[in-house]
């Protein structure tokens, strides 16, 4: 079968462990002969992120806290050093302080709703920023989102509005640098049992509820996420930008609980 990735480089921001969204998408363009840069957030993080670059055959590592834009500069000129163009970018981002990711909406505090914002939202426009022109004509970004912006889910608040802005952003920067050939688009997953998941009250009881009432009667993959996450990222989707495309089992098409689901 012919690699879609091959001869192609790029950088994926957000592989955290094995559970990653970004480590899923990262298996799938390593096996179409993607190289890939990793950055990871502080030193902790990168125990766990250098031995799975290892497994990928890169050793091309950049620390990046997306809160310190001297960070955010400094990925991009060292990837600019080493390889000079890039064809992608994956950006797998987000944070909330945990304490508003429960309870109420209208809690929310103003340090943490700007918090939220910059690092779920700003931080993508700011690595399209320094990207794009060091990119090759055909390139693609690509963001991460949740059905949370667009339809209330328990628990999600501030981040749903967050995840919101994030989706005007990407067809706002479809438009900013679609003219020199390049694509930005954000892949809107179901939800996953990760890290950042973790911090989300009732976490488990949301998982259970997409399971039972998805069409397709269970949870997305990390095989799920990295098959999508390739088509927008490879010349298959060449086509394709300004997009949110669900990866999420069907769930989002659902208007009421399946008849068929017990009361959990
Ligand atoms: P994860 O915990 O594996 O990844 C989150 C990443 O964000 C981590 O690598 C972390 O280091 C990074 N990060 C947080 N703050 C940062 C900062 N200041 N600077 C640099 N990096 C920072 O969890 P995940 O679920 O794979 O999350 C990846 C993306 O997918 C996020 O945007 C998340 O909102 C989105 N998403 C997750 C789900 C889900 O259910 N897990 C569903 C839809 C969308």
Redesign the pocket.
């Known amino acids: 079968a012919a690699l879609l990735m091959a001869g192609k480089k790029g950088i994926v921001?957000?592989?955290?462990?094995n559970?990653?969204?970004?480590?899923g998408i990262v298996q799938h363009l390593h096996a179409h002969g993607a190289e890939i840069a990793f950055?990871?957030?502080?030193e902790a993080?990168k125990k766990r992120v250098g031995p799975l670059a290892g497994e990928v055959g890169s050793d091309f590592l950049i620390e990046?806290?997306?809160?310190d834009m001297d960070s955010v500069d400094r990925v991009f000129e060292t990837v600019k050093e080493r390889w000079g163009k890039i064809d992608f970018v994956v950006?797998?981002?987000?944070?909330s302080d945990k304490d508003e990711l429960k309870g109420r909406y209208i809690d929310t505090t103003r340090e943490n709703f700007q918090r939220t914002m910059d690092?779920?939202v700003f931080?993508f426009t700011a690595v399209c920023q320094r990207a794009a022109p060091m990119m090759n004509p055909g390139g693609s970004l690509l963001?991460?989102?949740?059905y949370g912006a667009e339809k209330v889910v328990p628990h999600y608040n501030v981040?749903g509005v967050a995840?919101a802005a994030l989706e005007a952003s990407v067809r706002y920067l479809a438009e900013d640098i679609g003219k020199d050939g390049l694509r930005v688009n954000a892949?809107?997953?179901?939800?996953?049992?990760?890290?950042?998941?973790s911090g989300?009250g009732d976490?488990r009881y949301i998982l259970k509820w997409n399971e039972l009432n998805s069409p397709l009667r269970r949870n997305v993959t990390l095989d799920d996420v990295g098959g999508a996450g390739l088509y927008l990222l490879s010349p298959l989707a060449g086509g394709v930008t300004g997009e949110v495309h669900y990866v999420d089992c069907g769930y989002n098409n659902v208007g009421m609980k399946a008849v068929d689901a017990p009361d959990i």
């Not at 921001?13 to 462990?17: R, S």
């Not at 892949?187 to 998941?197: F, Q």
């Open positions: 921001m957000g592989v955290a462990n559970r990653s969204i970004a480590w950055t990871y957030q502080g993080l990046c806290d997306v809160t950006h797998a981002i987000a944070y690092i779920s931080s963001t991460l989102s949740y981040m995840k892949m809107s997953a179901g939800p996953m049992k990760t890290l950042a998941a989300i976490f």
